[in-house]
């Protein structure tokens, strides 16, 4: 069984203790590809080094997450544009708009968001998005782009099954994390209303972990919980639900 987690900040300082480790346990236990979305220009070095790093297994996507769209957005995403062009990266990403924190910057942020998109379709490349209670704000962004071959995922959705057939009907993936296992969750609804063909799997470790580690640092192995809740919900083989989505993934980010 072979699975990818599609959404993993290892490079991160809650993994420096046993980095190493965390790639080893998610390996052994099926999750061969751990694919990278970058958060702002800082993050850049430390997620390029654990992509070099583990070669083959890691991949890097470059983007300038919600959450770090201040007064001086456009500086930071030319100079993640000048990076995007000097080296090879699988998708845009962590792009969006995230009204949770803070809702200060919201013109900001859809700027930033459609600059990033346009950016990712002329380099031919997927986006992943950040949607945090900003269903609404994302699509009137998205929309403006509809018929240019954007696809993408919609990374830890969280949203209604309109919302999910809304972002499929766009060329969208839905990212399918712990959240999946958590009693109060209406993902096993969601999932099965627009069926495995379109999920990919995620962790967006070292957040989001999956019952029975809910509330502690999450990491790439604990995709096979998350994979075992979705294949009885589909009442599927793991091995199936795994292929399923190891395939999704690929033919989105190319690899």
């Given at each position: 069984?072979?699975?990818?987690?599609?959404?993993?900040?290892?490079?991160?300082?809650?993994?420096?203790?046993?980095?190493?480790?965390?790639?080893?346990?998610a390996?052994?236990?099926?999750?061969?590809?751990?694919?990278?979305?970058?958060?702002?220009?800082?993050?850049?070095?430390?997620?390029?080094?654990?992509?070099?790093?583990?070669?083959?297994?890691?991949?890097?996507?470059?983007?300038?997450?919600?959450?770090?769209?201040?007064?001086?957005?456009?500086?930071?995403?030319?100079?993640?544009?000048?990076?995007?062009?000097?080296?090879?990266?699988?998708?845009?990403?962590?792009?969006?708009?995230?009204?949770?924190?803070?809702?200060?910057?919201?013109?900001?942020?859809?700027?930033?968001?459609?600059?990033?998109?346009?950016?990712?379709?002329?380099?031919?490349?997927?986006?992943?998005?950040?949607?945090?209670?900003?269903?609404?704000?994302?699509?009137?962004?998205?929309?403006?782009?509809?018929?240019?071959?954007?696809t993408?995922?919609?990374?830890?959705?969280?949203?209604?099954?309109?919302?999910?057939?809304?972002?499929?009907?766009?060329?969208?993936?839905?990212?399918?994390?712990g959240?999946?296992?958590f009693?109060?969750?209406?993902?096993?609804?969601?999932?099965?209303?627009?069926?495995?063909?379109?999920?990919?799997?995620?962790?967006?470790?070292?957040?989001?972990?999956?019952?029975?580690?809910?509330?502690?640092?999450?990491e790439?192995?604990?995709?096979?919980?998350?994979?075992?809740?979705?294949?009885?919900i589909?009442?599927?083989?793991?091995?199936?639900?795994?292929?399923?989505?190891?395939?999704?993934?690929?033919?989105?980010?190319?690899?």
């Amino acid at each position: 069984m072979q699975l990818i987690d599609t959404h993993t900040h290892l490079y991160l300082p809650e993994f420096d203790t046993d980095r190493d480790e965390m790639v080893n346990r998610a390996v052994s236990s099926g999750v061969i590809k751990l694919l990278l979305p970058n958060i702002d220009l800082h993050s850049v070095k430390p997620m390029l080094s654990a992509a070099d790093r583990y070669k083959g297994v890691c991949y890097p996507m470059i983007g300038l997450h919600p959450t770090s769209v201040k007064e001086d957005y456009i500086s930071q995403i030319e100079k993640l544009e000048e990076i995007a062009i000097r080296n090879k990266f699988i998708a845009i990403g962590e792009i969006g708009i995230d009204l949770y924190w803070d809702k200060t910057h919201l013109k900001e942020q859809r700027e930033a968001l459609r600059r990033q998109v346009s950016f990712a379709i002329k380099s031919n490349l997927p986006v992943v998005i950040h949607s945090r209670e900003s269903f609404p704000e994302v699509f009137s962004v998205l929309e403006e782009f509809n018929g240019q071959g954007l696809t993408g995922v919609m990374h830890a959705f969280s949203g209604s099954i309109e919302d999910a057939k809304k972002a499929i009907g766009m060329g969208f993936f839905l990212g399918i994390g712990g959240p999946l296992t958590f009693k109060n969750s209406d993902l096993d609804q969601v999932s099965k209303t627009v069926g495995i063909e379109h999920i990919v799997l995620e962790t967006d470790s070292p957040y989001l972990a999956p019952v029975p580690y809910r509330g502690k640092r999450n990491e790439s192995s604990y995709l096979c919980i998350i994979n075992k809740k979705l294949a009885e919900i589909f009442n599927m083989d793991e091995e199936k639900t795994a292929s399923v989505t190891f395939e999704n993934s690929c033919r989105l980010f190319n690899i």
